[in-house]
């Protein structure tokens, strides 16, 4: 696993290397080898339209709010992205809780690097194992239903170093996000596999094109003569100045060939572009395919139809996993989880229209009784603290005018 994982990071970090260059290439010209970015884009724009905002649980405003705290204390807005990102890289990434402060629960997410995990017959996770290293010394934490037990290695033997109990949890503190495409896809499944067949093939075309950009792509100049008997005839007589200015015997015939085109690699890179378009559904024009005429708005939305179902589907599956590990992080700080089953992660619109065309839609449908002020607030794109603010604040002025109306 540890080699897939490997390989599968260097595919996104560009590092790669390819099994063979090329029938005509000669092993030196891994010098001029260049990789197609194609694996890191189909993973950063799908991310990139993933967007947590919050917590909502019909009903309840204390629990929201609270979940956002400890939201915001973990830092888990840059966190979950990180792991949502390792999650399409590698197929998976974990998020675990633990004792953080008297009121504030821990939680971290990991890669799918040093972790192992069983599960029951049911599928649940009732066991993990976690191995990480700190200042040269490598630790494992072993997670089971109740407790977590943390060992150091000391001269090739495992000792225990802490025990962590968790009364009344029938779980351990690991919860899995996993990509999932299939249903036997248990352990996730990478969103690069996908395209690593055609990204290699673009990158053999932007190698060659390095050759022929390096050797067939500069004009040539000759000159012909019969005063040119041999190489040190010709060092004689040919002078060159600064590259501009070439002379040469008396009665010789000058000319230039003209450098080859390259134009045949750029179509070629850019039908590999267009494959990986309909493969994940990123928009030509984020791939770097330009026409010759600006996209509408409109036609840009369109061409984002595919890319947002996409995203849609990933805010279903990764918000699951979200929302049960803020149900284990409620349940380990002692708050009554029965009926939170409900609790939803709401998620920033990937599809990012015109905020002026929504925000107009939304007031027009508050003004008609449609929805109510709070979920028009919903649609502002206001942050969080902006929200409760307002929210508050409609609140005092309900109280005020039912005392008024008493």
Same mark, same amino acid.
């Given at each position: 696993?540890?080699?897939?994982?490997?390989?599968?990071?260097?595919?996104?970090?560009?590092?790669?290397?390819?099994?063979?260059?090329?029938?005509?290439?000669?092993?030196?010209?891994? @010098?001029?080898?260049?990789?197609?970015?194609?694996?890191?884009?189909?993973?950063?724009?799908?991310?990139?339209?993933?967007?947590?905002?919050?917590?909502?649980?019909?009903?309840? !405003?204390?629990?929201?709010?609270?979940?956002?705290? /400890? /939201?915001?204390?973990?830092?888990?807005?840059?966190?979950?992205?990180?792991?949502?990102?390792?999650?399409?890289?590698?197929?998976?990434?974990?998020?675990?809780?633990?004792?953080?402060?008297?009121?504030?629960?821990?939680?971290?997410?990991?890669? !799918?690097?040093?972790?192992?995990?069983?599960?029951?017959?049911?599928?649940?996770?009732?066991?993990?194992?976690?191995?990480?290293?700190?200042?040269?010394?490598?630790?494992?934490?072993?997670?089971?239903?109740?407790?977590?037990?943390?060992?150091?290695?000391?001269?090739?033997? /495992?000792?225990?170093?802490?025990?962590?109990?968790?009364?009344? @949890?029938?779980?351990?503190?690991?919860?899995?996000?996993?990509?999932?495409?299939?249903?036997?896809?248990?352990?996730?499944?990478?969103?690069?596999?996908?395209?690593?067949?055609?990204?290699?093939?673009?990158?053999?075309?932007?190698?060659?094109?390095?050759?022929?950009?390096?050797?067939? =792509?500069?004009?040539?100049?000759?000159?012909?003569?019969?005063?040119?008997?041999?190489?040190?005839?010709?060092?004689?007589?040919?002078?060159?100045?600064?590259?501009?200015?070439?002379?040469?015997?008396?009665?010789?015939?000058?000319?230039?060939?003209?450098?080859?085109?390259?134009?045949?690699?750029?179509?070629?890179?850019?039908?590999?572009?267009?494959?990986?378009?309909?493969?994940?559904?990123?928009?030509?024009?984020?791939?770097?395919? =330009?026409?010759?005429?600006?996209?509408?708005?409109?036609?840009?939305?369109?061409? !984002?139809?595919?890319?947002?179902?996409?995203?849609?589907? !990933?805010?279903?599956?990764?918000?699951?996993?979200?929302?049960?590990?803020?149900?284990?992080? @409620?349940?380990?700080?002692?708050?009554?989880?029965?009926?939170?089953?409900?609790?939803?992660?709401?998620?920033?619109?990937?599809?990012?229209?015109?905020?002026?065309?929504?925000?107009?839609?939304?007031?027009?449908?508050?003004?008609?009784?449609?929805?109510?002020?709070?979920?028009?607030?919903?649609?502002?794109?206001?942050?969080?603290?902006?929200?409760?603010?307002?929210?508050?604040?409609?609140?005092?002025?309900?109280?005020?005018?039912?005392?008024?109306?008493?």
């Amino acid at each position: 696993m540890e080699g897939n994982c490997r390989l599968l990071e260097d595919y996104y970090e560009g590092a790669t290397h390819l099994d063979a260059l090329g029938v005509s290439l000669p092993p030196n010209v891994r @010098l001029l080898e260049m990789v197609a970015p194609f694996p890191k884009f189909a993973v950063d724009v799908l991310t990139e339209a993933l967007n947590p905002e919050g917590f909502l649980l019909a009903g309840d !405003k204390d629990i929201p709010a609270l979940l956002r705290r /400890w /939201w915001q204390a973990n830092n888990l807005d840059t966190a979950i992205k990180l792991a949502i990102t390792e999650a399409l890289v590698q197929g998976q990434a974990f998020l675990i809780i633990g004792y953080g402060t008297e009121s504030t629960p821990r939680i971290t997410v990991h890669t !799918k690097r040093g972790m192992a995990v069983h599960r029951d017959h049911m599928g649940n996770v009732d066991e993990a194992l976690r191995v990480y290293t700190v200042d040269d010394i490598t630790y494992a934490a072993h997670y089971l239903p109740g407790e977590t037990l943390y060992y150091r290695q000391d001269s090739g033997l /495992w000792k225990p170093v802490d025990v962590q109990t968790h009364p009344g @949890l029938d779980r351990p503190l690991v919860v899995p996000i996993t990509n999932r495409l299939r249903i036997d896809d248990v352990d996730g499944r990478s969103e690069i596999l996908d395209v690593v067949t055609i990204s290699d093939a673009a990158s053999r075309t932007l190698t060659n094109m390095q050759v022929a950009q390096e050797l067939l =792509a500069m004009p040539v100049r000759y000159i012909f003569s019969d005063g040119i008997e041999s190489p040190a005839t010709l060092e004689e007589s040919l002078k060159s100045y600064f590259g501009h200015f070439i002379a040469g015997p008396d009665g010789g015939s000058a000319g230039q060939i003209p450098g080859a085109s390259l134009q045949s690699f750029i179509d070629a890179y850019k039908l590999y572009a267009q494959i990986i378009s309909s493969i994940t559904g990123i928009p030509p024009s984020m791939l770097g395919i =330009a026409t010759d005429n600006p996209a509408s708005a409109e036609a840009m939305r369109v061409a !984002k139809d595919r890319l947002i179902g996409r995203a849609e589907v !990933k805010q279903d599956m990764f918000g699951d996993a979200i929302e049960d590990a803020a149900r284990l992080a @409620l349940a380990l700080y002692g708050h009554d989880v029965s009926g939170l089953e409900t609790l939803e992660l709401s998620w920033r619109d990937p599809a990012l229209t015109s905020a002026s065309a929504k925000t107009a839609s939304m007031l027009q449908a508050q003004a008609q009784g449609v929805v109510s002020a709070e979920t028009a607030r919903d649609y502002l794109q206001l942050t969080p603290e902006q929200k409760a603010r307002e929210n508050a604040a409609a609140d005092e002025l309900a109280a005020f005018r039912a005392q008024l109306g008493a």
